[in-house]
């Protein structure tokens, strides 16, 4: 596996000279970065189409085959619930129409089918061009080019994105979001928080964040003193400003249309798979998350007996007390895009269920932090953390091939030792990214 | 209340009737090698009365045992289903499914048999062929001893040894058969006993009407390629004095393929075994004689395995809808799976008895060569079916043993222009869970299970890990150790950063770039 960390051999602002030329080249324009991006997308694609005609192992992501199946029960005048296992929106299933159409020659069906692999690469490269955005506010553009890069030409990323997997979308939703947000859309911000929210419910992390970020001063409103309300009122009375309602106005309008209209149109099913499954599902197939383990322990025990519900509810709260609280709170009024970084990393780390397609969700936002990151200002610390993280998680996997495939019962305490190991060290760079916060830019190549 | 007990010897093994006596109300014989059917019709008013209240409220229902030691069958006694208790149910015309059900069948076959209806059975479909009962239940059960508990109780006097000897002698039968006839509001108990060497000797019971058969397979001159022949000596006990010849001919649903199979799991199982079937047989060789008329192929033979999969393992049908995919494990195509089938839950939530699935095999390609005496010669073939684990219960030890009964495995006939229609014969089986799956006028060839090295046993077992209770105990303080730990150290720093972090660069960067904007 890829690490989020990769820096792409380039961005490393101490690089020998003539190489060093050569990049720059390579960056001075946008022209072959996103090119060798798509390139590097359009190869994988390619090697995945070839992979899945002549290989009875797949290329292609079982989710995907989900979607695809869930858009081919739409375009029949279906509900894309009746594919089962199709937990997301219907819009996903809309936009994937193209893959159920058939026109009889083999060749183009085979594009129109693999249509949503290219719409999820392409939306790979529109996160690029935000995040590139985002960075060149405070960067040139060459510079912010490189950090992009981390992204755009991260292999990891186009994987995941090639083999079918809708993450990319969230990709560009979250860059969309932040860069409407650092340019003051303030409408179009809500509209795609409240659609993101929609899509994948976890952006609803960012809105305490945004609307902290957002005060009177940043947001260009003159101030109103107000002298006849206590402090405190006057206080609350501040922070109510008109872009926070406007954006908590417009988001929370979006979402609840957006929701009305699929429920509908698909009624209870689309509330149950969607949202509600999140909430009930009893599916402890082992996964990274620290509680996997407990949660097995406690599932089988409340079946029978006993109150074994209380630790998975509780689970919840250093989440999202994390997340949604104390992380916008201290970071977001001094860096959005590192604060949002956090938060998702928080939300991934201590989330109930985490697999690798999760790492996605953050390693978006990482560019935009690793500007002043000290895991690039002091290699040590960078090296360490790429080696932690990879091993971790390579511990992690030889206990689960153990399981999976060897059929040793190696959930405890092999898995579940390194589940913790894994959840620790990612607490710890999840601390290292607080402390950076704050600090001067360390990295960048003025 | 009737009865009718029936020897099936194979072809050129007859008996004379000069070898039987008749005497009073027992018939003897000398030993024979054959298998034994036993079957009692029993009329709805002479039903107990809990069990005139199941078959009353029902329009369909049969109720099928088969042993877990694997035994050889005869024609035409040949039809086979997966080891364990099936259960096919049609409810009455109201449609309701009455939540005696599985309380009944429990107190008759075993405790653990069904919740409820809703939870447990699932829902055989409808609109394929109209000929399949709406309800399949499985459960593995490895014995009759239940159930000759509850038949010694309600059917032998307490002072009547002989009764309670013949129900004893069902905990060695191969099979065991309860069918409801509608039409003639008749319950038919069935029993079968595997091929073996056993002495020919009924007693008829004095207020039953039993007929005795010495029969054997046949194969008259007149005989058509779709028929089978049967031939011997019938008795009505205390009627006839001696045994009357008979002889007859019909076409039969199932028939022998006269191959074997075995099954095993691929090593290590893991999470994912994957169940090998490992087979001796080739296409029925009548057809082939059939076709080498060349004119007439209206026939089309293909193997099918089918299995009913225990909730404890399941078979996921968007894996096995991939060509390749299937190709590569020697599969042709998934022809029915039980719906729903839920891809994610553990065992330990679920109701619901499990799934059946029909998958069809792709044999190796008939060899080419012109040798006829190679025909006889089968060439072993193999295929695999991927199937996955759900997570069990944790356990002390870090492991639980599953057990999963060997599939159905035969070959499929059907007839290409609408099949002929099988007048009833005395012997007829239908509602077997798969027949339904087919169209009528399909004929069943079936693969004899035979279990590899030598063992009896028409299980395969498998060890599936889960979390060890032995080593759980520190699992809740650990985790919440480690989680709080964690959860310390990321606020400690969010504090350090909240008390002396200063301004922030992006606040301040970002104001002072805005001021020089203005």
């Known amino acids: 596996m890829a690490s989020p960390f990769k820096p792409a051999g380039t961005a490393i602002p101490s690089a020998p000279r003539n190489s060093a030329s050569l990049v720059s080249s390579f960056f001075r324009r946008p022209g072959p970065l996103y090119l060798s991006a798509a390139i590097l997308r359009l190869i994988f694609l390619l090697y995945g189409l070839w992979q899945d005609t002549n290989s009875p192992v797949k290329y292609t992501d079982i989710d995907y085959l989900v979607f695809t199946d869930a858009a081919h029960f739409v375009s ?53 061009w935000l995040l590139e955005r985002v960075l060149a506010r405070d960067m040139d553009a060459a510079t912010a080019r490189k950090y992009a890069a981390i992204w755009l030409l991260n292999p990891m990323v186009a994987t995941i994105s090639t083999r079918g997997s809708s993450e990319g979308l969230l990709g560009v ?53 107000n002298k006849q309300h206590t402090p405190l009122l006057s206080k609350l009375f501040a922070f109510i400003t008109r872009a926070r309602l406007q954006l908590a106005i417009t988001s929370l309008a979006i979402f609840l249309v957006l929701n009305l209209w699929m429920y509908t149109l698909y009624g209870p099913s689309f509330l149950n798979h969607t949202y509600l499954h999140h909430v009930t599902r009893i599916d402890h197939r082992h996964n990274f998350s620290p509680y996997n383990t407990q949660l097995y322990l406690a599932s089988a025990s409340s079946s029978s007996s006993g109150p074994g519900l209380q630790i998975e509810s509780a689970a919840f709260l250093p989440q999202l007390l994390l997340s949604c609280v104390l992380i916008p709170l201290a970071m977001a009024q001094k860096d959005l895009p590192s604060a949002m970084l956090a938060q998702t990393f928080a939300f991934v780390t201590f989330n109930k269920v ?49 399981l999976e495939f060897l059929g040793r019962s190696s959930f405890l305490p092999g898995l579940w030792l390194a589940s913790l190991g894994f959840f620790l060290v990612n607490c710890w760079i999840l601390g290292v990214i607080i402390g950076d916060v704050g600090t001067q830019p360390k990295a960048v190549a003025s | 209340m009737r009865e009718r007990v029936t020897y099936v010897q194979k072809l050129g093994d007859s008996l004379e009737p000069s070898a039987l006596t008749v005497e009073g109300g027992t018939i003897k014989g000398p030993e024979v090698h054959a298998v034994r059917e036993d079957r009692l019709t029993i009329a709805l008013n002479e039903l107990p009365t809990e069990l005139q209240t199941l078959v009353a409220g029902a329009q369909d229902l049969h109720i099928r045992w088969v042993s877990t030691t694997a ?91 002989s ?51 010495i029969l054997s397979t046949d194969k008259p001159q007149t005989l058509e390629p779709h028929e089978i022949g049967i031939s011997g000596l019938l008795t009505v006990l205390g009627q006839d004095f001696k045994p009357s010849p008979t002889m007859f001919t019909f076409a039969s649903r199932h028939r022998d393929a006269e191959s074997t199979f075995s099954a095993q799991f691929l090593t290590p199982t893991g999470l994912h075994p994957t169940l090998r079937l490992r087979l001796a047989s080739s296409a029925p060789l009548n057809l082939s ?98 199937l996955h684990l759900r997570y069990l219960a944790p356990a002390e030890g870090g492991y639980s043993a599953i057990s999963v009964p060997y599939p159905a495995v035969f070959w499929a006939c059907v007839p290409e222009h609408g099949g002929v229609e099988f007048p009833p014969n005395p012997f007829e089986k239908v509602k077997l869970g798969y027949d339904g ?82």
């Open chain 1, 354 to 402: 985490c697999t690798s397609q999760y790492f996605l969700w953050y390693m978006v936002l990482l560019p935009l932090y690793l500007p002043r990151s000290s895991f690039l200002a002091d290699k040590r610390i960078g090296v360490t953390a790429l080696v932690l993280w990879v091993a971790a998680q390579g511990l992690w996997l030889q206990q689960g091939y153990e």
């Open chain 1, 173 to 225: 939703l979250v860059m969309a979001l932040l860069s409407a947000v650092m340019a003051r859309r303030t409408t179009l911000a809500g509209l795609l928080l409240g659609f993101g929210v929609h899509f994948k419910i976890y952006p609803f992390i960012y809105a305490p964040a945004i609307v902290w970020w957002m005060d009177r001063e940043r947001m260009g409103s003159p101030q109103q003193p």
């Open chain 2, 163 to 213: 009764c309670s000897a013949r129900l004893d002698a069902l905990s060695k039968a191969s099979s065991l058969d309860i069918s409801y006839d509608t039409v003639q509001h008749v319950l038919r108990v069935t029993a079968l006993w595997p091929y073996q060497r056993q002495q020919v000797h009924v007693t008829s019971h004095p207020q039953l009407r039993t007929e005795v058969g």
């Open chain 1, 76 to 128: 029949r005048g279906h509900s894309p619930y009746e594919r089962e296992t199709y937990r997301y929106t219907p819009i996903l299933a809309w936009l994937l129409l193209p893959t159920a159409q058939t026109i009889g020659t083999p060749l183009l069906d085979a594009a129109l089918f693999n249509s949503g692999k290219v719409l999820f690469a392409a939306a790979d490269l529109v996160a690029g």
């Open chain 2, 289 to 386: 004689q059939h076709d080498d008329d060349n004119n007439d192929q209206d026939t089309t033979c293909v193997p099918y395995a089918y299995l009913t999969l225990p909730r404890t393992i399941f078979a996921d049908r968007y894996q096995l809808s991939d060509l390749l995919f299937l190709a590569s494990k020697n599969l042709t195509a998934l022809r029915y799976m039980t719906q729903p089938v839920d891809l994610e839950a553990p065992e330990y939530v679920m109701a619901q008895w499990g799934s059946s699935v029909l998958l069809e095999l792709s044999p190796p390609p008939p060899s080419t060569s012109s040798q006829p005496e190679k025909k006889n010669e089968r060439e072993e073939w193999t295929a695999e079916i991927p």
């Open chain 2, 437 to 518: 799956l087919f169209e009528d006028g399909t004929v069943f060839w079936h693969v004899e299970p035979r279990p590899v090295g030598g063992g009896t046993s028409l299980v395969n077992v498998v060890r599936v890990p889960v979390l060890d209770l032995e080593k759980a105990r520190w699992v809740n303080a650990g985790t919440a150790v480690a989680v709080l730990g964690g959860f310390a150290w990321v606020v400690w720093k969010l504090v350090g950063l909240y008390m002396y972090g200063g301004d922030g660069v992006e606040g301040e960067g970002e104001k002072a770039r805005e001021k020089k904007r203005q």
């Open chain 2, 71 to 161: 035994y050889e069958a005869v024609s035409p006694l040949l039809a086979r289903l997966p080891p364990g208790f099936h259960f096919f149910f049609t409810p009455g015309k109201d449609g309701i499914v009455g939540n005696k059900l599985c309380p009944l069948l429990g107190s008759i076959f075993g405790s653990d048999i069904c919740l409820s209806p809703n939870e447990s059975f699932t829902s055989l479909p409808k609109d394929t062929f109209s000929h399949s009962a709406a309800f399949q239940y499985f459960q593995q059960l490895e014995t009759l001893s239940q159930f000759i508990q509850y038949a010694k109780g309600r059917l032998c006097r307490s002072t009547d040894a």
